[in-house]
């Protein structure tokens, strides 16, 4: 197994706190918020969602991708991610652009800087580490909210 294989490992079995959160998810179940929270279920969904597309075209290179990052432009819930079916498949859209530009990365591409406004300057190997801990992070919360949340 080379690097690339072995990081797109790490990262693909590392999102399933995320997507395994999915598979049982009903419409109504995307309003739900924590008691004092102001994100949805449907918002965190999104919002990973966009933030792996981000990082596909900014962050790996993949300029065809398009993204419209508005969790992040809003900076708060609008209340409009209602729609399971969308969500899903724009979440699976970020998997699959994120998974396909990972594969493609060369060995030495690991170590080549990259500079975002959000976290500055980082490797690569870096900022891998920084979309998984991201997305896993916004499973803890939705999986909090989809628990206990109304």
Known sequence: MNLTQAYLQTWTEGRTRFS?????????????????????AGFLIRHVAEVELL????????????????????????????????LLDYQHLAFES???IIAKQAYEDWQQSVTTNEFGKKSK?????????HTVYHAGQLALTLKYGE
């Not at 395994?20 to 949805?40: C, R, Y």
């Not at 596909?56 to 900076?75: D, E, M, P, Y």
């Not at 190997?125 to 801990?133: K, P, V």
């Open 20 to 40: 395994d959160l999915l598979k049982n998810l009903k419409e109504e179940d995307l309003k739900k918020k924590l008691i004092n929270t102001k994100n949805s």
């Open 98 to 100: 994120l998974k396909m």
């Open 125 to 133: 190997m870096e900022a891998l580490g920084r979309i998984l801990s």
């Open 55 to 86: 990082f596909a075209k900014n962050v790996f290179g993949a300029s065809n991708i398009q993204v419209s990052a508005k969790t992040i432009i809003a900076k708060k819930d609008t209340g409009e991610w209602t729609n399971l079916q969308e």
